[in-house]
């Protein structure tokens, strides 16, 4: 029996509107690592490797844009979000003071916690008619 999945919304478009752009993010980041990392002052790997975690955050939130609840989206997005900016502020604000580690703040972000926000997302508990349907039709 086919799985019931909730219709699109205008937040649920924006779920995997985020998650196709760190995708698209993520190759960047990854098809320009020596480049990007020279004018950010970061080594070509973290640059790697920071695209790979936005490559997984971004596939693992278009994966679960129909399956966990919206408001589990929305705080999670808020709370990347937020620590993306003050990761961004503290960056600017090390680059500002002469240090040449703003780059690394800020691309050290954007490779520990899309992982970290993949993890908490499919850890959620499904949305109530994704479990129901689970409940009422398991697989054989």
């Known amino acids: 029996m086919a799985q019931v999945t909730p219709p699109m919304t205008r937040r649920m478009a924006g779920v995997i509107g985020d998650g196709v752009f760190k995708m698209l993010l993520a190759a960047v980041y990854i098809a320009g690592a020596a480049p990007l990392g020279r004018l950010l002052g970061v080594s070509a790997w973290l640059m790697v490797v920071s695209g790979l975690a936005l490559l997984i955050g ?20 808020v709370a990347y979000d937020g620590g993306w900016v003050l990761a961004a502020l503290a960056g600017l604000l090390m680059a500002r003071q ?7 703040v800020w691309v050290g972000y ?6 970290a926000f993949a993890a908490l997302l499919a850890a959620a508990s499904p949305t109530q008619t994704a479990s129901r349907v689970r409940a009422e039709h398991p697989a054989r």
Do not use: N
């Open 58 to 77: 971004g596939g693992i939130e278009i994966r679960y844009a129909r399956s966990r609840p919206m408001r589990t989206h929305t705080r999670l997005m």
């Open 98 to 104: 002469g240090s040449g580690a703003g780059g690394e």
């Open 110 to 115: 954007q490779a520990a916690v899309p992982v």
